[in-house]
């Protein structure tokens, strides 16, 4: 039990830095920045997984939490206690910066909820979190999960250079939150749930897809779940 709860308290502070950092660089700039926004989020990410890694994994998303747990990488019980953890982090971040910011920059981008692009398809974006996520997992299950990857060479941030390409590919048509936490926090601390759902079933499924695949083709027999 003390692994978990320590887990979720790195879980906690590593989903509050995703969200602090990204969320108030989509303030500062307006949402203007696309260039800025895209590396605010890698590199939270690239550095927050580099450092949390050995003691939670360095999730941060409960779309990969839930492959992990798809996968047998993840207890029931680490996976709800890890996925509460990150959703606090993000609430917690995002009425921080609701703190701070001035309330007209806050409220001009919703306290930096993702949002789908005016006119596009519901169905597509659904698919565009979808694929944008798959390579996310994709990426953190070969660098952090699997010990044959390159986590000894590149840490986390082989994952956070796919969040990275992720916001530029895909950051003007949903905003590439590629994880459930990154839409929440901000969309509770705002009032904005607008098209929610388009930021939890495409990155769930497609980091189901990624995990499901990536067992398949090189973790099959690996080491049973986290207790």
Request: hydrophobic share 55%.
């Amino acid at each position: 039990m003390e692994s978990v709860g320590k887990a979720a308290i790195a879980e906690f502070i590593g989903t509050f830095a995703l969200i602090f950092f990204a969320g108030g660089t989509i303030i500062a700039t307006g949402n203007g920045d696309l260039l800025a926004s895209a590396f605010a989020y890698g590199l939270a990410m690239a550095i927050m997984v580099s450092l949390m890694a050995r003691i939670s994994g360095g999730v941060f998303n409960p779309a990969t939490q839930v492959a992990l747990w798809v996968t047998g990488k993840s207890s029931t019980l680490r996976c709800g206690v890890s996925i509460a953890a990150q959703v606090l982090g993000a609430v917690a971040a995002a009425a921080l910066l609701k703190y701070f910011s001035p309330a007209a920059a806050f409220d001009s981008v919703a306290g930096g909820t993702p949002q789908v692009s005016a006119g596009y398809q519901i169905g597509k974006a659904v698919l565009v979190e979808a694929v944008a996520t798959f390579f996310l997992v994709w990426a953190y299950f070969g660098s952090v999960v699997d010990e044959r990857g390159a986590f000894a060479k590149v840490g986390g941030f082989a994952v956070g250079l796919v969040v990275t390409i992720d916001v530029l590919a895909v950051g003007t048509i949903t905003g590439a939150a590629v994880n459930p936490a990154r839409w929440f926090g901000p969309a509770l601390v705002s009032g904005t749930w607008t098209n929610g759902w388009v930021w939890i079933v495409g990155p769930i499924a497609g980091g189901i897809i990624a995990g499901v695949a990536y067992w398949f083709l090189s973790l099959q027999g690996g080491e049973p779940a986290t207790p």
